[in-house]
């Protein structure tokens, strides 16, 4: 799901409180929706408390604390490690509850690689210069970037040392 279909959502919860989402907060890769009911008393729901996510949001009725998390702003400008600008912040995209990857500009960046600020900052992140195959099996392909996500699998396949290798 994209960040950008979430801002003025519909949210209920299975108790019955219901509200709309005023913002979505991120600390780290975790999301955060604040949301006002009709009263435009806020409250705080976790993202991993979300059961559905359709045309309204669906959620257990757990209700978090305030987080100290910093807003998602889209439209805000990328810059990479070098000053370069990349273009601006157009949508994140999410899956388990988190962010996943980034699209600044024309291209898609993993969320691990960004630093969000008043400005996007995307590091220099390795990438791979040739698949990574295990017993004929592609597990990587060539050009994918080197996350954690990416390393933790590969240390499951036991293809760590491969995979890190193939970034040289």
């Known amino acids: 799901m994209k960040i950008s279909q979430i801002f003025g959502k519909r949210i209920k919860s299975a108790g019955g409180r219901e509200g709309y989402v ?5 600390v780290g890769l975790s999301l955060f929706f604040v949301c006002a009911d009709e009263g435009e008393r806020e409250f705080t729901v976790d993202m991993q408390s979300v059961i559905s996510l359709g045309d309204s949001i669906l959620y257990d009725g757990k209700v978090c604390g305030k987080k100290a998390a910093a807003p998602v702003r889209l439209g805000r400008a990328g810059f990479d490690m070098r000053g370069n600008y990349l273009g601006n912040l157009e949508d994140f995209t999410v ?13 898609n960046y993993p969320a691990e690689g ?14 791979l210069k040739s698949d990574v195959v295990k017993g004929g099996t592609t ?4 050009g994918a970037y ?23």
């Open 139 to 142: 597990l990587f392909k060539k």
């Open 22 to 26: 005023v913002s979505v907060n991120a």
């Open 114 to 127: 960004l630093i969000l600020g008043d400005v996007i900052i995307v590091k220099d992140l390795r990438r």
């Open 95 to 107: 899956l388990g509850g988190k962010l996943k990857t980034a699209k600044i500009g024309k291209k």
């Open 146 to 168: 080197v996350t954690d996500d990416v390393l933790s699998e590969a240390a499951t396949a036991g293809e760590y040392v491969q995979t890190t290798l193939k970034t040289i």
